[in-house]
């Protein structure tokens, strides 16, 4: 990782943080559980998150959504 992204929240980093989240928590969080949590964690705001969920994951917040 260069220093730009480290110091800088990337569509791809926040993905693999959601992704890496919800594997490791076993079925206990869903998608929309681990964007609200990598949300307060790094203290982004829920109105800018939109531009960092990929289309991927965004398929997967709504297959959540609709169960």
Request: charged share 35%; aromatic share 8%; glycine share 4%.
């Amino acid at each position: 990782m260069d220093e730009l992204e480290k110091e800088f929240m990337t569509q791809g980093k926040f993905t693999s943080l959601v992704e890496e989240l919800v594997k490791d928590s076993g079925g206990l969080l869903n998608y929309i559980e681990a964007v609200t949590t990598i949300c307060e964690e790094y203290e982004i705001e829920i109105e800018i998150v939109n531009k960092l969920i990929s289309r991927p994951l965004k398929d997967k917040l709504k297959w959540d959504a609709q169960k």
